[in-house]
T-cell receptor, first 112, second 113 residues
Framework: DADVTQTPRNRITKTGKRIMLECSQT?????MYWYRQDPGLGLRLIYY???????NKGEISDGYSVSRQAQAKFSLSLESAIPNQTALYFC???????????FGPGTRLTVT | TQLLEQSPQFLSIQEGENLTVYCNSS?????LQWYRQEPGEGPVLLVT?????EVKKLKRLTFQFGDARKDSSLHITAAQPGDTGLYLC?????????????FGKGTLLTVNP
């Protein structure tokens, strides 16, 4: 079984809809991250969490929110989706050292 | 802003050839990671280098961290179709921000049988 899982794997939604992407991990890591990947822009950090009570904004957090429901679960929400949020979204985890990160399989999100 | 420039952006070669891809910056990184990403999947960590001049080998892949810790290279010997994928480098700064990775945009490698 995969150490980091994401649901859904693919999602098409309409502008203005609220959508939640979910991430679960069995690696036992405290730190979890959400990234988006766009062609030509690479991976960019949206939010990160060091534990259930410690959540921080990354470089592109506008239009997104997160919830850390448990050590193993970290969800990303788009409150009102817009087309330029069409992208690949990845969840990742790490131990306290931080720089070795383990990624989930991703969610391909399309906002029409 | 610390940038990591990867080159070439695209590389298409025949099975059995050797290749090198590069990851360069004007900034110093405390560590550098290489990931491989296949279509429809997330990046998979291949290696971490932390010491200037460090060389690590993973089967046919050889990774090197520059002496000044500003650049890195990945060399593949006798490439195989299974090596096809997007190769990403990522660097971290020292101290409390080592979890904040700066990613390059990647080198898309295609190995033709």
């Amino acid at each position: 079984d995969a150490d980091v899982t994401q649901t859904p794997r693919n999602r098409i939604t309409k502008t203005g809809k609220r959508i939640m992407l979910e991430c679960s991990q069995t690696k036992g890591h405290d730190r979890m991250y959400w990234y988006r990947q766009d062609p030509g822009l690479g991976l960019r950090l949206i939010y990160y969490s060091f534990d259930v009570k410690d959540i921080n904004k990354g470089e592109i957090s506008d239009g997104y929110s997160v919830s850390r429901q448990a050590q193993a679960k970290f969800s990303l929400s788009l409150e009102s989706a817009i087309p330029n949020q069409t992208a690949l979204y990845f969840c990742a985890t790490s131990d306290f050292v931080g720089y070795e990160q383990y990624f989930g399989p991703g969610t391909r999100l399309t906002v029409t | 802003t610390q940038l990591l420039e990867q080159s070439p952006q695209f590389l298409s070669i025949q099975e059995g050839e050797n290749l090198t891809v590069y990851c360069n910056s004007s900034s110093v990184f405390s560590s550098l990671q290489w990931y491989r990403q296949e279509p429809g999947e997330g990046p998979v960590l291949l290696v971490t280098v932390v010491t200037g001049g460090e060389v690590k080998k993973l089967k046919r892949l050889t990774f090197q961290f520059g002496d000044a810790r500003k650049d890195s290279s990945l060399h593949i010997t006798a490439a195989q179709p299974g090596d096809t994928g997007l190769y990403l480098c990522a660097g971290s700064r020292s101290g409390g921000s080592n979890y904040k990775l700066t990613f390059g945009k990647g080198t898309l490698l295609t190995v033709n049988p």
